[in-house]
């Protein structure tokens, strides 16, 4: 039969994505990475803390099958820019470990990820994946304002 | 055989989308919604402009088999905010449309969308909404810089 997407294809995409954010990362100066913003917005770094920790805590939840409550995740990302990319790589390595070891038909199952969303899991991963893009678009804003060209979007399609 | 994602839920998920989108159109003042911007980037109308244009033309060529070349777009989507949300709204249904009337294969299919993009149709349709989320995050900043609230990301979700 033919699939709409692949899993192979999902992952490729995330992962492509995840390279551009990673870019954008990459991008800001150390200290406005942790202390600029617009409009009293979360500095990018905060951000940054959000999207790793629901990546690992998800990813985590999904592979033992428990639910973990959400928590605080201020600094989860790390202190420094070379903290933060260090584990932004470690958990490319982690998702990739995950759609190795996980079946089609467990991507369809309903989770309750941090006791508050119960969709199937690959839901809940689209969720996480639009989410990066939709605080990325406004970390692209903070560079522009900032006076740094960010990468191009198209960059990793 | 246990698909990823089906049709129904990848069309669910771009109108859930689409329609949040919507609302943070609706959010914009009329007058900022055309003038107003962060860090010389486009107005938020310029940005539903490539939208809309992007949207319509698209589906155009998968429907009809025939590439359109990409060209100018300034004011496609309307000159006042409620002529650009009548065209959002025509775009609703012609993307109900297309949907119902294309098959699974004809989205795995390559099309050269624009005269640029030779991919999978879903692939192109993935961009599209990929990049809708990206400049609605954009949007978000604005309308945090002009002391408004955006609506809640997870509102539609």
Do not use: C
């Not at 905060?46 to 600094?75: C, M, P, T, W």
Request: aromatic letters at 16%; proline letters at 3%; glycine letters at 6%.
């Amino acid at each position: 039969m033919v699939e709409l997407v692949t899993k192979q294809e999902w992952l490729d995409n995330w992962q492509i994505n995840r390279r551009l954010t990673r870019k954008v990362i990459e991008a800001f100066p150390e200290k406005e990475l942790f202390e600029f913003s617009v409009g009293g917005m979360r500095p990018f770094s905060k951000i940054v803390d959000e999207l790793i920790y629901l990546g690992v805590i998800a990813l985590r939840q999904f592979s033992e099958n428990e639910i973990i409550i959400f928590e605080n995740h201020d600094n989860y990302a790390g202190k420094t820019k070379a903290e933060i990319l260090s584990n932004w790589d470690k958990l490319t390595e982690q998702i990739n470990t995950f759609f190795a070891n996980t079946s089609l038909e467990r991507f369809r199952e309903e989770f309750n990820v941090f006791g508050m969303f119960n969709y199937p899991i690959i839901h809940n991963l689209d969720y996480l994946l639009q989410n990066e893009i939709h605080h990325r678009g406004q970390g692209y804003v903070y560079l522009r304002a900032l006076g740094i060209e960010p990468p191009a979007f198209y960059s990793e399609f």
